[in-house]
């Protein structure tokens, strides 16, 4: 389910010359029946809400005075969400004859033709204050108080996420809350203005639109609605941009060590984190221990986190986390995520999020004998990104439950072919070349596979930074130069040390390393910097007439990629 709330301004979107028909309410019965929340969001103070609409109980949350309020009516509690308008500003606005004048627990309303006058007393006076029409309405509240900031705060007590809420209204007031919301729709009597920005415009007006759109909400979750303007940004193909839905895709990455798969994996995390997505991303090699702006990580090299420790982070849908595993043994993680995966998926039926599950490693924690109804549980997710070497490995059941992948580097062609025998899908029998560093063939069945240029993230490898370059790696993930007698114990902890020795052992030892494919295989592995793997791979594929000439490549290569790394302000 991708909609869990339904967000509804009050006059001429729910109801007709202030009260609501039978027909409505019923249909918003059968919307909350469904598991889903109502808020309402409207310009009404809370009083004369009361007086006009019985049925308060329906809502979970009702914001009022355009924002400035908060009521939760199954306890009959509220509170008011901005400081009560100044008494000054009152007296002033009566001194001047402004009628009608109504004053709430915040908001202080009139009527055209009084904007000029209530704009000049506010700048008589120095308030740092903002007028909000609608329809002739002139409302006046402290500045950034609107429908979307109280919005917030109501799904935010509800543990609900915009990006899991449709919103409807009809009037000027309603465009910060409808933009706010995943999907906006508008009533058919709405302003033509607003019916240009939502995504959808419903046949029937006023409550009869509200009822056709909770209907539709139940019966198909609005599935036949492309939010196209949520659409993130893959990269350039042929012809202009490719960008994909936020929602419902589930993607494999696969390709051979240091040929893009963290690439193309960080440029998704940047954008799905970016738009405000929330995301569990589990990490059993400890590959994101530096993180991903926006995220929480959980784990490290001497500990694993808990299930519930992760699942309280994600409580907040504002709050990414990633779950770094290192610190469990191998053998145990598989177990781990299969049973943890019945908890996350419950917290998304329950709140609409996390709206990612992302999954590095997937051959190994989603091997043959993955069970069906874990199976199943991925299926249910909002969306899904699997990153793996080894495709063939991963459970068949599992990658039939795809419906994309993304393949880099060498012999792109056995990727889709793995996954066109596990899908029944049929490839096209053409020529796959390999593929440079940057570039993918995103196959999405039944249409042909599409050669993307990669837009890269733009904190590319932000990560590796200083940390890489003058830090400390660790014994474990440092490199060593041995020599082919394993004569030598030389340590380089990071890729500045990497450099001054590689300058100072003897060149059977350089050479050794070279022909193994030594150095790329650990800055791919180690340093995770697969494009600077990539070019490194080349010299020793090719290292050219001497020792020192490949020496000298090598070096040059890493000092372009990490020299002002090492040298910038810490």
């Not at 969001?41 to 109980?57: A, I, K």
């Not at 009597?189 to 009869?208: H, I, M, Q, S, Y």
């Not at 056995?414 to 940057?438: N, R, V, W, Y």
């Amino acid at each position: 389910m991708r909609y869990h709330a339904l967000a509804c301004d009050y006059d001429e979107t729910l109801a007709a010359e202030g009260r609501v028909d039978d027909g409505t309410v019923a249909a918003l019965e059968r919307l909350a029946r469904s598991g889903r929340r109502l808020i309402m969001v409207t310009g009404r103070e809370l009083e004369d809400l009361r007086r006009v609409f019985s049925r308060l109980d329906l809502f979970d949350r009702v914001v009022a005075e355009n924002g400035a309020v908060l009521y939760r009516p199954a306890d009959q509690t509220g509170a008011p969400l901005a400081e009560a308008p100044p008494a000054r500003l009152v007296e002033l606005l009566r001194e001047r004859g402004v009628e009608p004048l109504g004053v709430g627990s915040v908001i202080v309303s009139t009527r055209e033709p009084h904007g000029d006058t209530v704009l000049h007393a506010i700048r008589e006076l120095g308030l740092e204050m903002q007028l909000i029409f609608n329809k002739g309405a002139v409302m006046v509240l402290p500045s950034g108080v609107n429908k979307a900031s109280g919005l917030a705060v109501a799904l935010a007590e509800l543990g609900l996420s915009a990006h899991s809420t449709v919103g409807v209204g009809d009037a000027e007031n309603d465009h910060a809350f409808l933009v706010a919301c995943e999907c906006a729709a508008a009533v058919a009597n709405a302003l033509p203005a607003v019916k240009e920005r939502c995504d959808l415009v419903t046949a029937g007006e006023r409550g009869a639109g509200v009822a056709e759109l909770a209907g539709r909400i139940v019966e198909t979750d609005l599935s036949e609605v492309d939010v196209d303007r949520h659409h993130l940004l893959l990269g350039a193909v042929e012809g202009g941009e490719l960008r994909f839905s936020p929602y419902g895709l589930r993607l494999l990455v696969a390709g051979p060590s240091h040929s893009g798969k963290s690439t193309v994996t960080a440029a998704l995390l940047e954008r799905i984190a970016e738009a405000g997505y929330q995301f569990c991303l589990i990490d059993p090699e400890g590959d994101y221990i530096e993180g991903i702006e926006g995220a929480v990580v959980l784990g490290d090299g001497r500990r694993a986190p808990t299930e519930d420790e992760i699942l309280q982070v994600l409580q907040e849908p504002g709050e990414s986390v990633v779950v770094n595993l290192l610190g469990m043994s191998i053998d145990d993680r598989p177990g781990f995520f299969e049973a943890f995966l019945p908890r996350l998926a419950a917290l998304r039926a329950r709140h609409g999020h996390p709206h990612w599950l992302v999954v590095d490693e997937a051959h190994h924690l989603m091997p043959d004998g993955f069970g069906l109804e874990s199976v199943g549980l991925l299926r249910e997710a909002g969306a899904l990104l699997l990153v793996t070497v080894h495709p063939a490995a991963v459970s068949g059941p599992v990658l039939q439950a795809l419906n994309a992948i993304a393949a880099v580097g060498e012999s792109p062609g056995d990727a889709l072919g793995t996954f066109a025998a596990a899908t029944g899908q049929i490839l096209p029998p053409e020529d796959l070349p390999d593929l440079p560093t940057g570039h993918l063939l995103l196959w999405q069945p039944p249409a042909a596979p599409l050669r993307v240029e990669l837009t890269p993230p733009r904190r590319e490898r932000q990560r590796h930074r200083r940390k890489y370059a003058i830090g400390d790696l660790g014994e474990a993930k440092s490199f060593y130069f041995r020599g082919p007698h394993g004569a030598l114990n030389l340590r380089a902890e990071n890729l500045a040390v990497f450099c001054r020795l590689a300058d100072g052992v003897d060149d059977d030892t350089w050479n050794h390393h070279l022909r193994r494919g030594d150095y790329s295989r650990w800055i791919a592995e180690q340093v995770k910097d697969e494009e600077l793997a990539a070019e490194v791979a080349r010299v020793e594929r090719e290292p050219g007439d001497s020792a020192a000439e490949a020496r000298r490549r090598v070096r040059e290569l890493v000092e372009d990629r990490y020299t002002a790394a090492a040298t910038g302000p810490g």
